[in-house]
């Protein structure tokens, strides 16, 4: 019975340290998964929602979105609680006509907003009785059906406008003679962009100037990184995390659409 039971006791040592030894490998598992995440969240992708109307009907109040952030290079506002470790962007690339964006709003550099990029730098901008024009030239529009909100909101008169670089997308239009239909020309400063919203009457963007409480033209320093792609969409305005509500209020049909 001695010989029986020592080797019982055999037995069970190795499996005890096999426990231990998965115990201590813990700590090391979560922190290379934190490294991981933060290193994909700088460099690779990041996720924001969606909080206004300002881009609607591109992108809805609880959309929730990845943007990459590899898109443009990386600037100071790229790191976690953005030390002002450099100045300019590194691997830097310029956007084009038509992307949306997210950046850093220029007077008050900790909020994040998103836009879409019209006027590069050099460009001329400016609305004239609710049309834009870049460099002096009408941009294309042609109306389209109405938007009408899932909340039952609307209709709202909607137009499809195509840049000249060839790049499509809709925009809303609440008001006639609205207070941003008609502006002075705008002259893009080198190293800084033009960014409007979609829904044209119900957007602060680089219409209105910064000492106006307005955006102004963004540095390209601003620049967080391109929208690409909604992973996830509710509405009801529910917080994302209702799981309880998801089968009534998330918008199915929006999970993993590219934005345009």
């Known amino acids: ?96 006509r038509g992307d949306v964006v997210v950046f ?12 879409r990029v019209i006027g590069l730098p050099g460009d001329r901008v400016q609305m004239i009785n609710g049309v834009l024009n870049i460099n002096g030239v009408p941009v294309k529009r042609e109306r389209i059906d109405n938007y009408v909100g899932d909340d039952g909101g609307g209709p709202v008169r909607r137009w499809r406008e195509t840049l000249p670089n060839g790049v499509t997308y809709t925009t809303l239009d609440l008001y006639d003679n609205a207070q941003l239909d008609n502006t002075d020309v705008f002259t893009v400063p080198p190293g800084h962009y033009f960014m409007m919203g979609d829904n ?6 680089s219409r209105v100037p910064r000492d106006q409480h307005g955006v102004g033209f963004v540095p390209a320093e601003n620049l967080i990184g391109r929208a690409q792609l909604v992973f996830f969409s509710i509405g009801g305005h529910e917080p994302g995390w209702h799981f309880w509500s998801w089968p009534s209020t998330v ?8 934005v345009r």
């Open 1 to 96: 019975m001695s010989v029986s039971s020592q080797e019982d006791e055999g037995a069970k040592t190795p499996e005890a340290g096999h426990e231990q030894s998965g115990l201590a490998e813990i700590p090391w598992i979560v922190f290379w998964a934190v490294i991981i995440a933060v290193v994909i969240r700088t460099f690779v992708f990041q996720p924001f929602s969606i909080p206004s109307p300002s881009m609607e009907s591109t992108l809805l109040v609880g959309d929730y979105l990845f943007v990459s952030k590899f898109s443009y290079g990386f600037s100071h506002y790229s790191l976690p609680w953005s030390p002002r470790l450099f100045s300019g962007r590194i691997l830097a690339s310029q956007p084009q």
């Open 104 to 115: 850093r709003l220029p007077r008050e550099p900790d909020v994040d907003y998103i836009k």
């Open 200 to 205: 044209r009457d119900n957007s602060t963007d």
């Open 251 to 258: 918008r199915w049909g929006r999970l993993f659409t590219i």
